[in-house]
């Protein structure tokens, strides 16, 4: 059974740091692109970003590019969001989503993701 666990959340100051992990088993994780999304309450679920299994790309929402930081560990099936200057705006639950290489939606897609994780608070405040 495929399962995404996040961990890493929690509560900090507007300026400070917080990396999450993302650990996956019962699926190839090596040849799945993996990534992150994010919902603060109130608003629909956006794509944060993403690392794509094939060349190692790693897109970014406009709203975090040169914040955070995505990376991963195949060896430790393990995707890290080290995120930077966070932001109150940046508060929210974050979720671990993995698909299919051979997916060709558009990163940001929702339904495009075959699984997702249970998701980890992050609450920044000002």
């Known amino acids: 059974q495929a399962q995404l666990v996040e961990s890493g959340g929690g509560f900090v100051q507007a300026g400070g740091s917080v990396r999450l992990s993302c650990v996956g088993s019962?699926?190839?994780?090596?040849?799945?692109?993996i990534g992150w999304f994010r919902q603060a309450p109130g608003k629909e679920r956006e794509g944060v970003s993403i690392?794509?299994?094939?060349?190692?790309?790693?897109p970014y929402a406009d709203s975090v590019k040169g914040r955070f930081t995505i990376s991963r560990d195949n060896a430790k099936s393990t995707v890290y969001l080290q995120m930077s200057n966070l932001k109150p705006e940046d508060t929210g639950v974050y979720y671990c989503?993995?698909?299919?290489?051979?997916?060709?939606?558009?990163?940001?897609?929702?339904?495009?993701?075959?699984?997702w994780g249970q998701g980890t608070q992050v609450t920044v405040s000002s």
């Open positions: 019962g699926f190839t994780f090596d040849s799945y692109d």
């Open positions: 989503v993995a698909r299919t290489s051979l997916s060709g939606s558009i990163w940001t897609t929702l339904g495009s993701y075959n699984y």
């Open positions: 690392i794509f299994s094939s060349d190692g790309s790693t």
